[in-house]
């Protein structure tokens, strides 16, 4: 709150006239985060396009997202162990991009049974989160370049028809 105050040139009191406590602030703020930078959570042509195209757009976009993210992220992930408005803030952008992988690999999904369908959305969507980014990056020292050859391969495979 002294952090916040400060940047913003009022005083700590002035900061709790307008947030109940720091877990509402923190909540807000993740919200404002969200708001402002909405346009890095689009994919572009969602859904459209051979597999190839798919795989490389959602590859493009997510390590993009997470380039410009990653610092506030991990912020939030920490502070949302004791704010549960927070914590649940970061859980329906965690399965908003779930649902978007679901829907732009609709076609090879939609071919599967119902439980290997879900089984195989939620491994797409773990396998390309920021938390597989930043271990990527941090305990294998992959760089975004690594990450994202890996990830295509990755998708490819998981997504390649598979004979019954």
């Given amino acids: 709150a002294e952090q916040v105050a400060k940047r913003a040139g009022v005083s700590t009191a002035s900061v709790f006239r307008y ?8 909540q807000q703020m993740a919200a404002r985060f969200f708001e402002t930078h909405a346009d890095l959570f689009v994919l572009d042509d969602e859904g459209a ?9 959602l590859v493009r976009a997510r390590v993009r997202l997470y380039d410009r993210i990653a610092p506030v992220a991990r912020l939030g992930r920490s502070r949302a162990v004791d704010n549960e408005a ?4 970061l859980l329906a952008s965690r399965r908003a991009l ?25 491994v797409l969507a773990a396998t390309v989160s920021i938390e597989a980014w930043e271990h990527l990056r941090d305990v294998h020292q992959r760089s975004d370049v690594q ?13 390649a028809p598979t004979p019954r």
């Fill in 19 to 26: 947030f109940d406590s720091l877990g509402e602030l923190q």
């Fill in 49 to 57: 396009g051979p597999l190839d195209r798919r795989v490389d757009a």
């Fill in 86 to 89: 927070l914590d649940a803030e």
């Fill in 98 to 122: 779930a649902d978007q992988v679901r829907r732009h690999f609709a076609p090879e999904l939609s071919a599967l049974r119902p439980a290997e369908r879900d089984d195989l959305a939620s």
């Fill in 147 to 159: 990450i994202a050859r890996a990830w295509r391969r990755a998708l490819r495979s998981l997504l």
